[in-house]
C-alpha cells in the first residue's frame, strides 16, 4: 500500500544577546557632595553674570568644573519633534503588533469549502451537500493562549493552509479532489518533543463506522468513553479494552465523510466523551517527534462516500477462498474439544456428521494435535496412524485443515532448530529471541521480515501438507498484542500491524482453503478471514455482536469471513480447562444459527444433536436454506462487489442513504434484494422491522409490505427466522 509520507521542518531559533548597562554611581556626576566638601566658603564668590553664564551657558559648550568643552547641542524645538515622532512610531508598533496577534487568535481560513477558525480552533468540512460532514477540534494539544503564526503554503491559500504553533506544532490542510470526493489532507508536524499532536472529532450529530473488531462491537462504533488505546491489534481474551484481530485505518461517518489515518502515524484512539474521539500521535519511542497525518474525503452520503473511497484506501478482494467454504458449513474441533483431542476423537466427530446427513465442507483440527505447540507434526502418542485418519476424513468428503500459529513454544525441538537457523523476533538489544506468554505457554515469535525465516516455515508447511495430505490451515495468533513487548525485527516495520499483513502475505501461499484470524490491509489475500471468537451469552460480546461484527468487517473492505461458532466459544478466553467449558443455552444456539445462516459461510463446532432432536430439525433446515437461497445470493452480491464496491452484507442505510435508520444493528442486507430481520433477546417471539423503501416479501409469513415504515408484531417462533426480499425497489414503483 502506498504511503504518502510529510517530511518535518526544522525550526531554528536564534537567541539574541541583550547588552546590560551600568548602574547610577554618584562619584561619576560632574559635582560630587566631596566637591563641595573640599573647597573653602572664601574662595565661593558669586555676580550675576556668572550665574547667568553657568545657567544658560553658550551653545556649543558645556562646563565641567569650570572648564568649557564644544559640542553641538540640537535645537530644543527640534529635539522635541523627534521625541513626538519615535512616540508615534512606538505607538503604532505596539498596536500593530498587538493587533496582529489579536488577528491571528480572530482567523478564520478557508481552504475549498472547508473553514478553519482559529479562536474556536476549529476544522469544519462538509459533505458536497454543502452541509457541514464533521467539525473537528485541532490542536487540543497546545495551550489555548498560544495563537499560531500564519504560514502559506501557496501565494492565494485556495488550495492549502499553513499554521504554526511556535515550539509546539505545525498544521498543514491540503485540498485535492479524487472521483466524486473532495479531499483533504492534514498534518500535524511536530516541534516539540513532549507534547503530541492531537486532534478530537465532534461526533453531536454523526455516527461513526469502521475502525475495527472490539470486545463489544456496537454498530455504529461505540462512544463508551475511554482513558486511550493503542490501535493495535490484540488477542481479546487477554485485554477486552483494546482492539481485536482485524483493523483499518478507515472510518465513514454518517454525513458522508471517510476518515483515513495514515501508517506512519502511531496511532492513539481515546473517546474523551460521548460526543469527541480524538487522534493522537505518539504511543512508540521510535517515533522521536511523530506526526499526525490523516485524511477526510466528503461526498454526498454515507453510501457515495464508501464506493468512491473503498478501492483506494480500503482495497479491494480480487481473489477469493474456495467457494466450497461458502456453500456448506465449516466444522472446528475447538469449541467441543479442549481437554482431550485424539485421532479417535475426529475420526467419531467427523463421523456422526456424515451419519447424520449435515452438509460440510473444510473440518478445522485445532489445538492440541502436536505433542508440544510449534512441532509442525501429530503427537504419535494420540495419532498413531494420522496419514490414515487424513485419508478417512477425505472419504467422509471433508476437507483438512491443521491449525498453526507464528508461535513456537521453547519446549518443542523447533524452537532450537529455528535459533540455529536465525528465524526468531529479537529482543530489543537484538541478541537473543524476544519471548511472549501467549495463551498456549511461552514461545518464540516468527520474522516474516526475513526471508529465511519464511522459507524455513514455507519447508515445514509444504512437509506437514506432503506427508499428511492436508488441505489447507487456520492460521491463529499474529496480533501486536502477542509480540514481545520491546523486540526488533531484521526489517523496519511501519508500524507494529504491519507484521500482520506480513504474516497473511505468507498464509495466503498455503492455498485458498486458508483460513486466518488477523487482518491489516489484507483485502485482497485469497484467504478466509475469521471473526474472533465470542462468548456464549446475548450481549454485545456474544449474539448481538454478529451483526455488527459482519457490518465493521464489510466497511473494511473484507466482503466474506468465517463467523464465529454458532453458539459462541464454550471456553472463550480459557488458557486451561481446569475451569470447564461454559454451558450454551438451546435458545441462544438457535437465535445464533438463524443469524449466520445469512453471513457468508457458516461455523459449527459444538454439534446441534448436543441440544436434541428438535435442534437438529432446525439446524438442519437453516443449512439448507443457506445452500439454496443465500449461497446464490452471496455470489450474485461478490460479483456486484467486483463492480460497484458494494459490500456483500450491508448495512440498512444502504437503500436509503442519509436516512435516520443508520443505528439500527439487528437488521442487515444480504447483497442488494434480501434484509434479514433476526429475534436476539431471550425468550422474544415477535420483533418490530423496519423495511427500506420498495415492495417486500416476508418470506415467513408470505405477506406483501410496502417499504419506507416499519412493520410492529411480527410473529417469529423459537424454530422460525424472519426475512424478506426485495420484489421492486423504490426507483421501479417511482
Given at each position: 500500500?502506498?504511503?504518502?509520507?510529510?517530511?518535518?521542518?526544522?525550526?531554528?531559533?536564534?537567541?539574541?544577546?541583550?547588552?546590560?548597562?551600568?548602574?547610577?554611581?554618584?562619584?561619576?556626576?560632574?559635582?560630587?557632595?566631596?566637591?563641595?566638601?573640599?573647597?573653602?566658603?572664601?574662595?565661593?564668590?558669586?555676580?550675576?553674570?556668572?550665574?547667568?553664564?553657568?545657567?544658560?551657558?553658550?551653545?556649543?559648550?558645556?562646563?565641567?568644573?569650570?572648564?568649557?568643552?564644544?559640542?553641538?547641542?540640537?535645537?530644543?524645538?527640534?529635539?522635541?519633534?523627534?521625541?513626538?515622532?519615535?512616540?508615534?512610531?512606538?505607538?503604532?508598533?505596539?498596536?500593530?503588533?498587538?493587533?496582529?496577534?489579536?488577528?491571528?487568535?480572530?482567523?478564520?481560513?478557508?481552504?475549498?469549502?472547508?473553514?478553519?477558525?482559529?479562536?474556536?480552533?476549529?476544522?469544519?468540512?462538509?459533505?458536497?451537500?454543502?452541509?457541514?460532514?464533521?467539525?473537528?477540534?485541532?490542536?487540543?494539544?497546545?495551550?489555548?493562549?498560544?495563537?499560531?503564526?500564519?504560514?502559506?503554503?501557496?501565494?492565494?491559500?485556495?488550495?492549502s493552509a499553513c499554521l504554526e504553533f511556535s515550539t509546539y506544532s505545525r498544521f498543514t490542510l491540503k485540498y485535492w479532489t479524487?472521483?466524486?470526493?473532495?479531499?483533504?489532507?492534514?498534518?500535524?508536524?511536530?516541534?516539540?518533543?513532549?507534547?503530541?499532536?492531537?486532534?478530537?472529532?465532534?461526533?453531536?450529530?454523526?455516527?461513526?463506522?469502521?475502525?475495527?473488531?472490539?470486545?463489544?462491537?456496537?454498530?455504529?462504533?461505540?462512544?463508551?468513553?475511554?482513558?486511550?488505546?493503542?490501535?493495535?491489534?490484540?488477542?481479546?481474551?487477554?485485554?477486552?479494552?483494546?482492539?481485536?484481530?482485524?483493523?483499518?485505518?478507515?472510518?465513514?461517518?454518517?454525513?458522508?465523510?471517510?476518515?483515513?489515518?495514515?501508517?506512519?502515524?502511531?496511532?492513539?484512539?481515546?473517546?474523551?466523551?460521548?460526543?469527541?474521539?480524538?487522534?493522537?500521535?505518539?504511543?512508540?519511542?521510535?517515533?522521536?517527534?511523530?506526526?499526525?497525518?490523516?485524511?477526510?474525503?466528503?461526498?454526498?452520503?454515507?453510501?457515495?462516500?464508501?464506493?468512491?473511497?473503498?478501492?483506494?484506501?480500503?482495497?479491494?478482494?480480487?481473489?477469493?477462498?474456495?467457494?466450497?467454504?461458502?456453500?456448506?458449513?465449516?466444522?472446528?474441533?475447538?469449541?467441543?474439544?479442549?481437554?482431550?483431542?485424539?485421532?479417535?476423537?475426529?475420526?467419531?466427530?467427523?463421523?456422526?456428521?456424515?451419519?447424520?446427513?449435515?452438509?460440510?465442507?473444510?473440518?478445522?483440527?485445532?489445538?492440541?494435535?502436536?505433542?508440544?505447540?510449534?512441532?509442525?507434526?501429530?503427537?504419535?502418542?494420540?495419532?498413531?496412524?494420522?496419514?490414515?485418519?487424513?485419508?478417512?476424513?477425505?472419504?467422509?468428503?471433508?476437507?483438512?485443515?491443521?491449525?498453526?500459529?507464528?508461535?513456537?513454544?521453547?519446549?518443542?525441538?523447533?524452537?532450537?532448530?529455528?535459533?540455529?537457523?536465525?528465524?526468531?523476533?529479537?529482543?530489543?538489544?537484538?541478541?537473543?529471541?524476544?519471548?511472549?506468554?501467549?495463551?498456549?505457554?511461552?514461545?518464540?515469535?516468527?520474522?516474516?521480515?526475513?526471508?529465511?525465516?519464511?522459507?524455513?516455515?514455507?519447508?515445514?508447511?509444504?512437509?506437514?501438507?506432503?506427508?499428511?495430505?492436508?488441505?489447507?490451515?487456520?492460521?491463529?495468533?499474529?496480533?501486536?498484542?502477542?509480540?514481545?513487548?520491546?523486540?526488533?525485527?531484521?526489517?523496519?516495520?511501519?508500524?507494529?500491524?504491519?507484521?500482520?499483513?506480513?504474516?497473511?502475505?505468507?498464509?495466503?501461499?498455503?492455498?485458498?482453503?486458508?483460513?486466518?484470524?488477523?487482518?491489516?490491509?489484507?483485502?485482497?489475500?485469497?484467504?478466509?478471514?475469521?471473526?474472533?471468537?465470542?462468548?456464549?451469552?446475548?450481549?454485545?460480546?456474544?449474539?448481538?455482536?454478529?451483526?455488527?461484527?459482519?457490518?465493521?468487517?464489510?466497511?473494511?473492505?473484507?466482503?466474506?469471513?468465517?463467523?464465529?461458532?454458532?453458539?459462541?466459544?464454550?471456553?472463550?478466553?480459557?488458557?486451561?480447562?481446569?475451569?470447564?467449558?461454559?454451558?450454551?443455552?438451546?435458545?441462544?444456539?438457535?437465535?445464533?444459527?438463524?443469524?449466520?445462516?445469512?453471513?457468508?459461510?457458516?461455523?459449527?463446532?459444538?454439534?446441534?444433536?448436543?441440544?436434541?432432536?428438535?435442534?437438529?430439525?432446525?439446524?438442519?433446515?437453516?443449512?439448507?436454506?443457506?445452500?439454496?437461497?443465500?449461497?446464490?445470493?452471496?455470489?450474485?452480491?461478490?460479483?456486484?462487489?467486483?463492480?460497484?464496491?458494494?459490500?456483500?452484507?450491508?448495512?440498512?442505510?444502504?437503500?436509503?442513504?442519509?436516512?435516520?435508520?443508520?443505528?439500527?444493528?439487528?437488521?442487515?442486507?444480504?447483497?442488494?434484494?434480501?434484509?434479514?430481520?433476526?429475534?436476539?433477546?431471550?425468550?422474544?417471539?415477535?420483533?418490530?422491522?423496519?423495511?427500506?423503501?420498495?415492495?417486500?416479501?416476508?418470506?415467513?409469513?408470505?405477506?406483501?409490505?410496502?417499504?419506507?415504515?416499519?412493520?410492529?408484531?411480527?410473529?417469529?417462533?423459537?424454530?422460525?427466522?424472519?426475512?424478506?426480499?426485495?420484489?421492486?425497489?423504490?426507483?421501479?414503483?417511482?
Open positions: 500500500m502506498d504511503l504518502r509520507k510529510t517530511s518535518i521542518e526544522q525550526l531554528i531559533v536564534e537567541e539574541t544577546n541583550l547588552d546590560t548597562h551600568t548602574g547610577y554611581n554618584p562619584q561619576d556626576t560632574v559635582t560630587s557632595l566631596a566637591s563641595f566638601q573640599s573647597v573653602d566658603s572664601n574662595d565661593l564668590s558669586f555676580n550675576n553674570d556668572s550665574i547667568q553664564q553657568a545657567l544658560n551657558p553658550p551653545r556649543g559648550t558645556i562646563t565641567v568644573r569650570g572648564t568649557p568643552k564644544k559640542y553641538w547641542q540640537w535645537p530644543r524645538e527640534l529635539l522635541l519633534k523627534f521625541m513626538v515622532v519615535g512616540l508615534a512610531i512606538v505607538i503604532i508598533a505596539g498596536t500593530a503588533l498587538i493587533w496582529y496577534y489579536y488577528d491571528q487568535g480572530q482567523l478564520t481560513v478557508t481552504v475549498a469549502g472547508a473553514v478553519i477558525t482559529v479562536a474556536a480552533r476549529t476544522l469544519e468540512i462538509k459533505n458536497t451537500k454543502n452541509n457541514i460532514g464533521i467539525t473537528i477540534s485541532i490542536a487540543t494539544h497546545v495551550p489555548e493562549y498560544q495563537n499560531p503564526w500564519n504560514c502559506w503554503t501557496d501565494s492565494q491559500g485556495v488550495h479524487m472521483d466524486n470526493a473532495k479531499c483533504y489532507d492534514v498534518a500535524w508536524q511536530q516541534i516539540s518533543p513532549v507534547v503530541p499532536p492531537e486532534d478530537c472529532i465532534q461526533l453531536d450529530d454523526v455516527l461513526l463506522y469502521g475502525g475495527g473488531q472490539t470486545y463489544e462491537q456496537k454498530w455504529p462504533v461505540s462512544r463508551d468513553p475511554d482513558t486511550g488505546v493503542e490501535f493495535l491489534s490484540t488477542h481479546i481474551h487477554s485485554n477486552t479494552s483494546q482492539f481485536g484481530s482485524i483493523l483499518g485505518r478507515f472510518w465513514l461517518f454518517s454525513s458522508g465523510l471517510v476518515l483515513i489515518v495514515n501508517e506512519s502515524t502511531p496511532l492513539i484512539i481515546t473517546q474523551r466523551s460521548e460526543t469527541m474521539m480524538c487522534l493522537k500521535a505518539g504511543y512508540d519511542s521510535v517515533f522521536e517527534l511523530p506526526s499526525l497525518l490523516y485524511t477526510v474525503c466528503a461526498g454526498n452520503d454515507a453510501k457515495s462516500i464508501f464506493q468512491a473511497t473503498a478501492e483506494r484506501y480500503v482495497g479491494l478482494a480480487t481473489h477469493t477462498p474456495d467457494l466450497e467454504l461458502l456453500e456448506n458449513p465449516v466444522w472446528s474441533t475447538s469449541g467441543y474439544f479442549w481437554e482431550e483431542i485424539t485421532q479417535a476423537s475426529i475420526e467419531d466427530f467427523a463421523g456422526e456428521i456424515v451419519e447424520r446427513q449435515f452438509p460440510h465442507s473444510l473440518l478445522i483440527i485445532d489445538s492440541k494435535y502436536e505433542e508440544h505447540y510449534g512441532d509442525f507434526d501429530f503427537d504419535p502418542v494420540n495419532f498413531e496412524r494420522a496419514p490414515e485418519m487424513i485419508s478417512q476424513l477425505h472419504d467422509f468428503g471433508f476437507s483438512v485443515s491443521l491449525r498453526l500459529t507464528p508461535y513456537i513454544n521453547t519446549d518443542s525441538p523447533c524452537f532450537q532448530e529455528g535459533l540455529l537457523q536465525d528465524v526468531w523476533i529479537l529482543d530489543n538489544r537484538a541478541l537473543s529471541p524476544g519471548l511472549v506468554k501467549w495463551w498456549l505457554g511461552i514461545a518464540a515469535v516468527i520474522d516474516f521480515t526475513k526471508p529465511n525465516a519464511i522459507d524455513w516455515l514455507a519447508t515445514k508447511i509444504t512437509n506437514l501438507r506432503n506427508y499428511y495430505g492436508v488441505d489447507g490451515f487456520k492460521m491463529d495468533g499474529g496480533e501486536v498484542g502477542y509480540l514481545p513487548t520491546a523486540f526488533s525485527t531484521s526489517g523496519q516495520l511501519v508500524n507494529s500491524n504491519v507484521y500482520s499483513t506480513l504474516y497473511t502475505k505468507v498464509a495466503e501461499t498455503f492455498g485458498n482453503k486458508t483460513v486466518i484470524s488477523v487482518g491489516y490491509n489484507s483485502q485482497d489475500s485469497p484467504v478466509l478471514f475469521s471473526m474472533m471468537d465470542r462468548e456464549p451469552v446475548w450481549g454485545y460480546n456474544g449474539l448481538r455482536a454478529l451483526i455488527p461484527t459482519a457490518l465493521t468487517l464489510s466497511v473494511l473492505g473484507y466482503p466474506l469471513f468465517l463467523p464465529t461458532m454458532i453458539g459462541g466459544n464454550r471456553y472463550f478466553g480459557f488458557e486451561d480447562a481446569s475451569r470447564g467449558p461454559s454451558e450454551i443455552d438451546i435458545e441462544l444456539y438457535i437465535r445464533w444459527m438463524q443469524v449466520e445462516v445469512f453471513l457468508p459461510t457458516m461455523h459449527f463446532s459444538t454439534p446441534p444433536w448436543s441440544f436434541g432432536s428438535d435442534t437438529v430439525v432446525i439446524a438442519r433446515a437453516m443449512v439448507q436454506l443457506h445452500a439454496d437461497v443465500v449461497y446464490p445470493a452471496i455470489l450474485a452480491a461478490l460479483t456486484e462487489y467486483r463492480l460497484t464496491r458494494a459490500p456483500v452484507i450491508r448495512p440498512l442505510w444502504w437503500l436509503e442513504p442519509g436516512s435516520n435508520h443508520d443505528l439500527c444493528d439487528s437488521e442487515f442486507l444480504v447483497g442488494g434484494r434480501i434484509l434479514v430481520a433476526p429475534v436476539l433477546e431471550l425468550g422474544a417471539r415477535s420483533r418490530d422491522v423496519y423495511l427500506p423503501a420498495g415492495t417486500w416479501r416476508d418470506e415467513l409469513h408470505n405477506e406483501v409490505y410496502h417499504g419506507a415504515r416499519t412493520i410492529t408484531g411480527l410473529s417469529v417462533q423459537l424454530n422460525e427466522v424472519l426475512y424478506f426480499t426485495l420484489e421492486h425497489a423504490a426507483e421501479q414503483i417511482q
